[in-house]
């Protein structure tokens, strides 16, 4: 895992530092999430990240194109153990975008139209989904 995460840092070093600010961002609120979903209720981290984002506002937020959001939240979920969760994707995607001034709308939806009940969250900013993309028409969605 540590050599992983080291190979995934060395590739980070060829890239604009805007992007590495991103994804050292990123990884922080996945850290954050992750930790905080653990000990804590959805309500609590949501109202936490809004907390941590309006003290830190504008500071280490480096311009950059909607487009690099979701590639960050993919590279650092691809890096990182048990960021495999939708919850966790959409909840760092959805605070990256907002922090940069794009609009985003953190959604829920449920299938049960198989024996089995599934739950989804995505974000979407306009009408484009940009992360959790495997969103199924069966869905309904909650939120």
């Given amino acids: 895992m540590i ?22 961002e ?9 930790a905080g979903l653990f000990v804590a209720s959805y309500p609590s981290v949501r109202d936490g ?10 500071a280490f937020t480096p311009a950059c194109p909607r487009g690099r959001v979701p590639w960050a939240v ?16 959409a909840l760092v995607a959805e605070t990256l975008l907002v922090r940069r001034g794009y609009p985003a709308a953190l959604r829920f ?8 009940f599934v739950a989804h969250a995505w974000v979407e ?5 940009v992360v959790g993309g495997e969103v199924r028409p069966a869905f309904t969605r909650l939120r």
């Fill in 3 to 24: 050599r992983s995460v080291v190979r995934y840092c060395r590739r980070g070093y060829s890239l604009p530092v805007r992007d590495q600010w991103l994804l050292v």
């Fill in 26 to 34: 990123t990884v922080l609120l996945v850290v954050l999430v992750r």
């Fill in 49 to 58: 990240l809004d907390v941590a984002c309006s003290v830190f506002d504008g």
């Fill in 74 to 89: 993919e590279r650092v979920a691809s890096a990182l153990p048990g960021t495999q969760s939708c919850l966790v994707r």
């Fill in 109 to 116: 939806g449920v299938d049960h139209s198989d024996e089995e």
């Fill in 125 to 129: 900013s306009g009408s484009e989904v």
